[in-house]
C-alpha cells in the first residue's frame, strides 16, 4: 500500500509514523531500482503516490516537533 491519507497519519503514533516512513522508502529504493533496470514499474502510479506519502509523513513529523 503506497498511498497515506493525512486522516491515517495524524491518528498514528510517532514510532508507527517512523515505522511507515522507513516501509515506505525501502518501497521508493525498489521502484527506482525497476526504474533503473529500464523496466516497468507494476502500478504506473506507485512511483508519484509514495513519493508523496513520504513527503506528507515527513511534514507530519516535523510539525509534531515544533
Same mark, same amino acid.
Given at each position: 500500500?503506497?498511498?497515506?491519507?493525512? #486522516?491515517? !497519519?495524524? /491518528?498514528?503514533?510517532? &514510532?508507527?509514523?517512523? /515505522? #511507515? =516512513? !522507513? &516501509? =515506505?522508502? &525501502? &518501497?521508493? =529504493?525498489?521502484?527506482?531500482?525497476?526504474?533503473? =533496470?529500464?523496466?516497468?514499474?507494476?502500478?504506473?502510479? /506507485?512511483?508519484?503516490?509514495? #513519493?508523496?506519502? !513520504?513527503? #506528507?509523513?515527513?511534514?507530519?513529523?516535523?510539525?509534531?516537533?515544533?
Amino acid at each position: 500500500m503506497t498511498f497515506v491519507s493525512n #486522516r491515517d !497519519i495524524t /491518528a498514528m503514533s510517532d &514510532e508507527a509514523l517512523q /515505522a #511507515r =516512513l !522507513i &516501509e =515506505l522508502q &525501502e &518501497e521508493m =529504493l525498489q521502484l527506482n531500482a525497476e526504474k533503473a =533496470l529500464g523496466g516497468t514499474p507494476a502500478s504506473m502510479g /506507485a512511483y508519484k503516490a509514495t #513519493r508523496r506519502s !513520504i513527503a #506528507r509523513i515527513k511534514t507530519h513529523m516535523a510539525q509534531r516537533a515544533a
